[in-house]
């Protein structure tokens, strides 16, 4: 049976306190309608700073918070995931997953049938999503031809279990599916392991039934951040840096291309992500809400990353 809600708010942990998980704690702990019950880590002495850091409790394993937390948050490596989120949705508990969902969807598919058997809520942690550069995008509803992306990060010695595909480009397969009304009928990949024992680079070229290419390049290996995307229409493009939240449009004036900043209120994603989550968990009545309950479109985008994956592993050039 899951907790009544007192005054306080949402009773909610969060499982996994590495680098992404103990922002996530950060944010809980002051999120309107939410009680950080607890974090949870296999890591003693991880867990321990956390709990001192943010003046939480701890919790040794996750089964700990099982019946006394109505949300959780799974921050655990990839290939964990399902095995982390599975026992808190048998027990009727909404789950945040970050992304991906899962490393495959086998097990996508296993977890949004136990979410929708239970009726509970099952989101997956594509911030990009809340990114307020991002969200500016529906000022310019025209039809999209063409989208160039570049995610490009150093080198860092986190979320190494999974390609730089599933770690970072599916940020922008994320983005650009939910941009392009239409279905993706073809993909082509090409990228190389170098540090790693999975894709440290790469590259990937989508095409849309209604004739739009997405052409995205993204690596874990180079020395200076970049996370941009370009959107060309008819007439103009819009240009997003996602690290700044910045934006701008560009259109044709008679012979010459004119350019005017979009105006932004920048806003810290992660914390507009959680808080979206913490308020479905509020509105959601116990009322079945069929597909609207589970993040179908997460699994979209593992599919595709899950193929320039497999495309890049097949390939005889992949291995450094």
């Given amino acids: 049976m899951l907790p009544r ?19 996530h704690a950060r944010i809980l702990k002051k999120t309107p309608g939410a009680e950080l019950i607890g ?3 296999t890591n003693p002495s991880r867990l321990q700073w956390v709990s001192r850091k943010l003046g939480c409790r701890a919790f040794s394993s996750p089964e700990e918070l099982l ?35 899962t490393r495959d969807l086998k097990e996508a598919d296993d977890l949004i049938r136990e979410a929708r058997a239970m ?15 991002v969200q500016a995008l529906a000022q310019y509803p025209g039809r999209v031809y063409f989208i160039e992306c570049h995610r490009l990060s150093p080198f860092k010695k986190r979320s190494l279990d999974i390609g730089v595909t599933l770690d970072l480009m599916i940020h922008d397969i994320d983005i650009i599916l939910g941009l392009i009304p239409s279905p993706l009928v073809s993909i082509e990949a090409v990228g190389a392991r170098v540090l790693t024992q999975q894709e440290d680079i790469a590259n990937a070229r989508l095409r849309f039934e209604n004739g739009c ?14 996370r941009k995307i370009r959107i060309f229409q008819e007439n103009c493009y819009i240009s997003i840096d996602y690290a700044r939240q910045a ?3 560009y259109h044709k004036e008679s012979n010459r291309i004119v350019s005017r900043k ?20 509020a509105q959601h009545n116990g009322v079945p809400r069929g597909a609207g309950a589970v993040d179908t479109k997460a699994r979209d985008a593992l599919a595709t990353a899950i193929e320039i994956t497999r495309q890049i592993a097949q390939a005889p050039h992949t291995a450094a």
Wanted: hydrophobic fraction near 45%; aromatic fraction near 4%; include cysteine.
């Fill in 119 to 133: 009726n509970v809520l099952l989101e997956v942690g594509h911030v990009e999503r809340f990114n307020q550069a």
């Fill in 213 to 226: 290419i997405a052409n995205i390049t993204t690596s874990r290996l180079t020395h200076r951040a970049m």
């Fill in 5 to 23: 809600i007192e005054g306080k708010g949402i009773p909610i942990g969060v499982v996994g306190v590495g680098h992404l998980g103990f922002h």
């Fill in 247 to 249: 934006a701008a449009v």
């Fill in 39 to 41: 974090i949870a880590d």
């Fill in 262 to 281: 979009i105006r932004i209120r920048r806003r810290e994603p992660l914390r507009l992500e959680l808080a979206h989550f913490v308020s479905e968990v």
């Fill in 67 to 101: 019946g006394r937390v109505k949300a959780v948050t799974i921050c655990v490596p990839t290939a964990s995931h399902h095995a982390a989120s599975l026992p808190f949705l048998k027990a009727g508990v909404h789950t945040f997953i970050e992304k991906p969902i």
